[in-house]
């Protein structure tokens, strides 16, 4: 049986105190009912987390985050913590994006510190991997996805408290998209890889697209066998196109 789906949404940095209304459009749209099917996520900046928890709570929208620090407190000025996420009503942490590897030079190393800090105060923790477009035209693309993923995989990762999301990096807010075929190869290789480092229980960890996801080819990616979701940018911003993505989620 197939995982139960999850369409998140990275908002990055976008959205000001007025986006409320947006995320209330979708809480609208996505009926209690649905919580049962599929799973929904939101993950605004820092400064919207906790008004969009409280607005979000005791709807079928999850309120997640866009990263933490690995500690739990201390010394690191202009950083959030796990435990801060989970304070005000977080339930999931965005790790490892293309955008925090390359703008800000992460490591898979820190990406598995992160991760783990989000799993030990109860939280999911989204792992982002994905090569770049000169990898893939090197034919190194699963290559570097599998060193990825092996090396920002936290020891004690379940599928309850993790998600793979594999993000081409060249198709991230390009509009371009790999062939189906390819992203078919890909996450059939990444269910092969959950299940060698994590047994059976990788069967059950939910493998999401992201990269230009939007409502016109949802449906046919969300199709694809091993794609359990997707990580969705631009698209989640306005609550009238997310709601046509999570739509096209079954």
């Excluded at 866009?66 to 989970?86: E, R, V």
């Amino acid at each position: 049986m197939a995982p139960r789906p999850l369409i998140a949404g990275n908002w990055k940095m976008n959205g000001l105190l007025a986006s409320e209304q947006e995320l209330q459009k979708l809480i609208g749209g996505v009926a209690a009912s649905d919580g049962s099917q599929r799973e929904v996520l939101v993950c605004p900046p820092f400064t919207l987390l906790q008004a969009f928890a409280k607005r979000a709570a005791g709807s079928a929208v999850g309120i997640g985050a866009q990263d933490c620090h690995p500690n739990l407190s201390g010394a690191h000025t202009g950083d959030i913590s796990a435990q801060m996420i989970k304070d005000v009503g977080g339930t999931s942490i965005i790790v490892g994006h293309s955008e925090r590897r390359t703008d800000h030079g992460e490591s898979s190393d820190l990406v598995k510190q992160k991760a783990k800090a989000a799993q030990d105060e109860g939280l999911t923790a989204i792992i982002c991997v994905g090569e770049t477009e000169a990898e893939r035209d090197a034919g190194q693309a699963w290559s570097v996805v599998s060193d990825q993923v092996s090396k920002s995989l936290p020891s004690g990762s379940t599928a309850s408290n993790t998600v793979i999301a594999y993000e081409p990096v060249w198709a991230i807010g390009t509009g371009r998209t790999p062939t189906i075929d390819d992203i078919a190869a890909m996450h059939d290789d990444l269910r092969t890889a959950m299940v060698g480092h994590l047994g059976d229980d990788g069967n059950s960890v939910r493998l999401l697209y992201g990269g230009s996801m939007k409502p016109g080819n949802a449906t046919e990616i969300l199709a694809v066998t091993n794609v359990n979701g997707g990580l969705v940018g631009g698209a989640s911003l306005k609550a009238e196109d997310f709601l046509a993505i999570i739509s096209a989620a079954s």
